[in-house]
């Protein structure tokens, strides 16, 4: 057998065939020699008779002439002559009264074949001759009698019968020889050869091998069976690449964020684990949790695609300034983290998260305008905060959204107190719900004077939250807590309607020419009752459009610029005021806002703060000014504390001005006192009814 191209197990087909292939002939040589033995018994046996009858013939003619003389002692030589033949085993020439006249015989022959030829030819075979009297003898009548030995003849039998056997399985095996080679060289062989070939195939790239076609099996069924097994392998090799690919793929999409390619939370969270489980005693880490400040306003105000860009820009920022051994990846939306090592005391990680933020603050350059983007943080400290992963990435993202509430672009780390003041926020939102029944809310009043002419020109409310506990409760904090749970709506309806009482009641005092400035939430904006709401409120205390004034935060517009657009045009177009308020804090440009009918814009007290010593504030300020006189539209300067604040105002044109300088917002009876002190009010006391 060919070893060296099959393992001892593929060659059994070989020795299979071999053993089949001898079996079969071998039988069949035995059965085809039986059958020859067994017709040569009985030509023996024809033999054996027709020898019998010869001697009988020979003898007949002196038999009866020594039986017609009764000459005994021709008849014991005619016996002794028969005695010649060694197979002959007694002879007898007998009367007819069965009186003897010869006789002669001798043991029975020994040959070791006996038991076998007596079995077949019976050991003794008798042959008779009667010899009648005739006209030469007529008293001459008896017979011949011979005993035959079968074993002489049986002898050569058997000793023919071996030679019939064994080259009839000397021919058989012959057969089954030739037979054999020729299955192994048409079959066994080149199978050999192909499974030889099929197990040096590489199970990853079954196609890039091709099995070879047997010479001579060309054009054969084996031939057709490598040629098919080729193809099977080709396609096998092409679906197992494709699937591969399409693993590889499957799993960089669930390890790796498809827009940034940074690692998601999933990978995050399993890194986090693997280094928790590899931390010894002294070993510390930081989580820091990093996310946009207002990413959903930026969404809004650029396009999807240009948003998507800021983060992938921003992801590339982040990793350029992280080292080896700080693991960076992207849990949401807006937010990523980052797996600090080796973090010997906590201000490392205070410093990174500082350096991170910074790099956020960098302007972009989108559609030709330049862009600035803020982040937040919150940082946990492996062991110390906790020595999980969930823990330790949900302690980061809490830290981050105290921070968030708090004040925008800085980091917070985590402390045991967060869990306690989150705790707190949920117990102060159920307060917060039941505040305007239990008549914790107020509102107070701020007046809006003109830079020009020092004239009172209007006068802004302000909500107040005087909490059992808790005592005063900064709207900052609260509004947008009413935001969520849609408190704000019976609040905000509660503010418009106190806020048109209070006015109609100045204007029964006789205080006439005061402009109400009520603030609008972004979820008031949207909703569909508002424009109703204020119609009904015109008409109900009977003031011209111009009694009235709504501000809108920038940011809050752009929650849904669609139905802000549609809400505000509404309005608008009932004659009413609508101002923009804190410009500059979001995102948006002033060209972007011209899409909104928007009469004033409101200078955040943020760039007001320093003035006129502060140089970035101040060209902020001219720059507002002058991009909202070209629209027309008035500028009104918040936050204004101070003689220098409003004569450097005045100077770059601004139009307005409100802040402490003016008036701190009071209630309505100390806002009226406080403007009674300073003269200002423009009663008609002829037109008061009260
Ligand atoms: P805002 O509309 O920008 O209001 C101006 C804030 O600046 C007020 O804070 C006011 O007290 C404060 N302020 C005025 N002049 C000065 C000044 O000279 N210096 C300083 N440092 N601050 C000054 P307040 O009352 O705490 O309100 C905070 C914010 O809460 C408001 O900002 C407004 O966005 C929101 N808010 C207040 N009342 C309402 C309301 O009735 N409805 C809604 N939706 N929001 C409200
Ligand atoms: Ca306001
Ligand atoms: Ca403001």
Redesign the pocket.
């Given at each position: 057998m060919d070893t060296k191209e099959g393992t001892p197990g593929q060659s059994q087909l070989s020795h299979q065939l071999l053993k089949v292939v001898l079996l079969c002939a071998c039988l069949l040589g035995v059965l085809l020699s039986l059958v020859q033995v067994f017709i040569e018994a009985r030509q023996t046996s024809i033999a054996i008779d027709k020898r019998g009858q010869e001697i009988l013939a020979m003898i007949h003619e002196p038999a009866h002439k020594a039986l017609s003389r009764f000459d005994n002692k021709m008849a014991q030589e005619i016996l002794n002559g028969v005695m010649e033949v060694s197979s002959v085993r007694a002879a007898a020439i007998r009367l007819e009264d069965q009186s003897l006249l010869a006789r002669t015989e001798r043991p029975l022959s020994h040959s070791r074949y006996r038991l076998l030829t007596d079995a077949i030819f019976t050991p003794i075979r008798t042959f008779r001759h009667s010899m009648s009297a005739d006209s030469h003898a007529p008293s001459a009548s008896g017979e011949v009698i011979l005993h035959f030995d079968t074993a002489y003849e049986g002898k050569s039998f058997v000793q023919r019968s071996v030679t019939i056997v064994l080259v009839g399985l000397v021919r058989a095996i012959t057969m089954a020889l030739v037979l054999f080679f020729i299955y192994s060289t048409l079959l066994t062989k080149p199978l050999n050869r192909l499974i030889f070939h099929l197990t040096g195939i590489n199970p990853e790239h079954p196609g890039k091998a091709q099995l070879p076609i047997p010479k001579g099996h060309e054009k054969n069924e084996l031939g057709l069976w490598v040629a098919t097994a080729n193809k099977l392998l080709h396609s096998i090799d092409k679906h197992y690449s494709l699937r591969q690919k399409a693993e590889e793929r499957i799993m960089r999409l669930s390890q790796y964020d498809y827009l940034t390619r940074l690692p998601n939370r999933r990978s995050l969270q399993k890194h986090l684990n693997r280094l928790i489980k590899k931390a010894n005693s002294n070993d510390s880490m930081a989580v820091i949790c990093l996310g946009l400040d207002d990413f959903k306003s930026l969404n809004i105000q650029l396009n999807f695609n240009a948003a998507e860009h800021v983060l992938v820009k921003l992801s590339d920022r982040l990793r350029n300034h992280v080292n080896n051994s700080t693991y960076l990846g992207r849990l949401g939306e807006d937010q990523f983290a980052i797996i600090l090592t080796n973090v010997g005391q906590p201000y490392e990680a205070a410093e990174l998260t500082q350096s991170l933020l910074q790099e956020f603050e960098k302007p972009f350059v989108i559609n030709d305008e330049f862009l600035t983007v803020t982040a937040t943080a919150g940082i946990t400290l492996f062991p110390n905060d906790g020595d999980n992963v969930d823990k330790l990435l949900q302690q980061a993202e809490f830290a981050m959204i105290m921070a968030k509430s708090r004040n925008r672009n800085r980091y917070q780390f985590y402390i045991a107190t967060i869990d306690s003041d989150i705790r707190q926020r949920k117990r102060l939102e159920m307060d917060l719900h039941q505040a305007l029944e239990k008549q914790e809310l107020s509102l107070v009043y701020?007046p809006q004077f003109s830079c020009e002419n020092g004239e009172l020109v209007g006068v802004e409310?302000?909500?107040r939250w005087h909490h059992p506990d808790r005592g005063l409760i900064?709207?900052?904090l609260f509004?947008p807590m009413a935001e969520q749970s849609m408190d704000?709506i019976p609040i905000?309806n509660w503010?418009l309607e106190t806020a048109c009482q209070q006015l109609k009641q100045w204007q029964n005092s006789g205080y006439h020419g005061l402009r109400m400035a009520i603030?609008?939430?972004a979820v008031q904006l949207q909703d569909p009752d508002i424009v109703d709401r204020v119609i009904y409120l015109l008409n109900k205390y009977q003031f011209s459009p111009d009694a009235l004034e709504l501000?809108v935060?920038e940011t809050f517009i752009m929650e849904d610029v669609e139905i802000a657009k549609l809400q505000l045009n509404q309005l608008k177009s009932l004659g009413i005021t609508l101002t923009l308020?804190?410009f500059g804090t979001g995102y948006s440009s002033l060209g972007y806002l011209k899409q909104f009918p928007f009469d004033k814009v409101k200078i955040d007290?943020s760039f007001i703060e320093g003035l006129p010593e502060h140089k970035e504030n101040d060209a902020i300020v001219d720059a507002i000014i002058q991009i909202g006189k070209s629209f027309g539209m008035v500028v009104l300067a918040?936050?204004?504390?101070t003689l220098e604040q409003e004569l450097c105002l005045k100077e770059k044109g601004c139009q307005e001005g409100?802040?402490?300088?003016y008036g701190k917002?009071l209630p309505a009876d100390a806002f009226i006192e406080h403007l009674t002190n300073l003269d200002v009010l423009p009663r008609i006391p002829g037109r008061a009814n009260g």
């Open positions: 701020q409310t302000l909500i900064s709207p900052d509004i704000i905000g503010v603030n609008l939430s501000e935060t308020d804190d007290k918040e936050g204004v504390e409100q802040g402490y300088y917002p």
